[in-house]
Every structure is written in structure tokens, then in C-alpha cells.
């Protein structure tokens, strides 16, 4: 009889079926084993848009001003000049708006501004009449206010959060003059003009954006504001007549805060 022959050898094929699957069930878990493990996967960071100079934007300024009025005057017969230096502290507030394009950065802006200017001089009227009980003219100016409406073009090739740009446009502010004609010291007629005068201003700068929202800046500017006719009048006859300039050199430094339009987000750095 074969028969007990056939079954033997199918339980060794069984038996070696099954350690070949457990060996291969084995290497697999310990091949698993040794693999690295899998590493998190990080998102790709989020690209701050470039920073932009286009948009709105309101500040304030502090600096000092050397201003000149010039005058002169008709008195009969006699002529003179005078020119009488205007100096002091200015401050006020500025806003306009920027628009970007490629370097290039256009604008408007507009000021407003108080003004400590003051100057004052006596000059005689004529040779050795200056002493004591003799005949002059005694003049005190001051600008008290003063704004400008300006076009600004700025280049930004250099840095784009640096802007050095040139700007000029029109100018008005309130210049107020007192003249005495003394005799003996003693005031004997006076003058005083006080009025609104317009003309134009020129200069530039450079400005530098320290976040998205904040930026500083350096200026310098001359204004001039025109000519101013006047006359003095006894009983109807004139016996003056007065022509004045003003102009004035400008320095200051100014922080803004800006509202950006397409630049980083809102607030940020």
C-alpha cells in the first residue's frame, strides 16, 4: 500500500508551506521595522506681497525756518530798503496721497503749518538822524501761518522703502507787518499790514518707510510769497509808499502714517 506513503509527504509539503510563510510574514515586519520614519510635511510658506508706496497717508513735522522780507520805501524824496531777517520754529500737520510705478512713486500732498518766525529793525531816515530824537522807521515782521499744496516724483531704485523725491506747487500763508515812523523816539505814525499772501514753493527730500504703515522723512523747501504794495495816507494825500518780498528757506523732519493699497497686509512689518 502507498497510500500512507502520499499522505506523509503532502503533510511535509503542508508543513513546509507554512514556514515559508511565517519566514516571509517575518522578514516583511522586520524589513517595515528598519524603514525611517515618515517625515511631517511642511507647508510652503506664504510670500509677503513687495512692499509699495501707493496709497493714502497723514503726519505731522517739526523744523526751522530762515525767512527775509524785503522792503521798500518811498517817503517823499527819500528812498530806502530794508531787508530784515524772519527766523523760528515752524510746525504742523501734512497729508496727500502716493501712487507706485515701477521705481517711480507720484503724488500730492498738502500742509498746514504754524509759524514762530519773527524779525524787527530800526533804520534812520537820513544821515545821523538815528540817535536820540531823530526821525527813523521802526519795522516788526512775522509770518503766523503758512500751507502749500505740492506734486511730488519719487525714486525708489536705490531702496524700495527709500524715496528721495523733488516737489514744488503753490504756497500761501498770512504775513504780518508793523511799521512806526519815530520822531524824537516818539511813534508818530504807524502801518500795519496784515493779509494773506500767495506764491510758490519748490524743494525735496527723502523719505524712509520703517514698517508698512510708518515712515520718516527729511525736507527741505523754499517758499516765496510774492509781492505786497501798500501806501500810507495823511488826510488822503499818500506820503509812503511800500513794497515788500518774503521768502524763506525751510528744514524739517516729519513722521507719517500711511493706509498702503496692494502692499504688505495691514499693520505689519
Same mark, same amino acid.
Given at each position: 500500500m502507498v497510500r500512507p506513503v502520499e499522505n506523509g509527504e503532502d503533510d511535509m509539503k503542508a508543513l513546509f508551506t507554512s514556514v515559508a510563510v511565517a519566514a516571509t510574514l517575518l522578514t516583511a515586519n522586520a524589513?517595515?521595522?528598519?524603514? *525611517?520614519?515618515?517625515?511631517?510635511? %511642511?507647508? *510652503? *510658506?506664504?510670500?509677503a506681497p513687495p512692499f509699495s508706496w501707493t496709497g493714502a497717508y497723514i503726519g505731522a513735522n517739526v523744523g526751522y525756518s530762515w525767512g527775509r522780507q524785503k522792503?521798500?520805501?518811498?517817503?517823499? *524824496? +527819500?528812498?530806502?530798503?530794508?531787508?530784515?531777517?524772519?527766523n523760528g520754529v515752524v510746525g504742523g500737520v501734512q497729508g496727500g496721497f502716493n501712487w507706485q510705478v515701477g521705481q517711480w512713486v507720484f503724488g500730492m500732498e498738502n500742509d498746514i503749518q504754524a509759524s514762530g518766525q519773527e524779525g524787527d529793525s530800526f533804520y534812520p531816515l537820513g544821515l545821523g538822524l538815528a540817535a536820540?530824537?531823530? +526821525?527813523? +522807521?521802526?519795522?516788526?515782521? %512775522?509770518?503766523?501761518? @503758512?500751507?502749500?499744496?505740492?506734486?511730488?516724483?519719487?525714486?525708489?531704485g536705490f531702496?524700495?522703502?527709500?524715496? +528721495?523725491?523733488?516737489?514744488?506747487?503753490?504756497?500761501?500763508?498770512?504775513? %504780518?507787518?508793523?511799521?512806526d515812523i519815530v520822531f524824537g523816539g516818539i511813534p508818530a505814525a504807524s502801518l500795519d499790514l496784515k493779509n494773506t499772501r500767495f506764491g510758490w514753493t519748490a524743494g525735496g527730500g527723502i523719505e524712509w518707510a520703517a514698517s508698512s504703515n510708518w515712515s520718516? %522723512?527729511?525736507?527741505?523747501l523754499y517758499l516765496d510769497l510774492g509781492k505786497e504794495e501798500a501806501s500810507i495816507a495823511i488826510l488822503g494825500a499818500p506820503i509812503a509808499g511800500l513794497e515788500s518780498t518774503f521768502t524763506d528757506h525751510i528744514v524739517r523732519v516729519g513722521a507719517n502714517y500711511r493706509f498702503p493699497i496692494?502692499?504688505?497686509? @495691514?499693520?505689519?512689518?
Open positions: 524589513m517595515a521595522a528598519d524603514l *525611517p520614519a515618515r517625515m511631517p510635511v %511642511k507647508a *510652503p *510658506p506664504v510670500m522792503t521798500s520805501v518811498g517817503l517823499g *524824496p +527819500i528812498g530806502l530798503e530794508e531787508t530784515q531777517d524772519v536820540p530824537g531823530g +526821525i527813523g +522807521i521802526s519795522a516788526e515782521h %512775522k509770518l503766523r501761518w @503758512f500751507g502749500t499744496a505740492r506734486s511730488r516724483l519719487g525714486y525708489t531702496d524700495n522703502r527709500v524715496m +528721495i523725491y523733488a516737489t514744488g506747487g503753490a504756497a500761501y500763508g498770512e504775513v %504780518k507787518s508793523n511799521y520718516m %522723512k527729511l525736507e527741505y496692494g502692499g504688505p497686509a @495691514f499693520g505689519g512689518f
